[in-house]
Nanobody, 124 residues
């Protein structure tokens, strides 16, 4: 059974940084793409970033490019997103998700496994 567990959310001021973690377990993820999505209150789920677990290729939403960095640690089976220069509009519940494919995509419907989410709140 695949499990994804997010952590690291919290309340910060605009301009601050946070690092979210996603611990993955349940199988070998060498052929998986892992992604971060977020959902603000009253809005649809939005793509943030994705990484190919095997090769480390990355893909970012334009809204976070240059501020967020996605990475993974194969030994710890953990994916991260380092979020810098946070803005109030980054406030959302952040989810990690996995799909058995080497193709990176921002379409949430093609991701099979999801974590429970972690809240990030950025105050102005």
């Amino acid at each position: 059974q695949v499990q994804l567990v997010e952590s690291g959310g919290g309340l910060v001021q605009a301009g601050a940084s946070l690092r979210l973690s996603c611990a993955v377990s349940g199988r070998t993820f060498s052929s998986y793409a892992i992604g971060w999505f977020r959902q603000a209150a009253g809005k649809e789920r939005e793509f943030v970033a994705a990484i190919n677990w095997s090769g480390g290729s990355t893909y970012y939403a334009d809204s976070v490019k240059g501020r967020f960095t996605i990475s993974r640690d194969n030994v710890k089976n953990t994916m991260y997103v380092q979020m810098n220069s946070l803005k109030p509009e980054d406030t959302a519940v952040y989810y990690c998700a996995a799909r058995q494919s080497m193709v990176l995509t921002g379409t949430p419907q093609v991701y099979t496994y999801w974590g429970q989410g972690t809240q990030v709140t950025v105050s102005s």
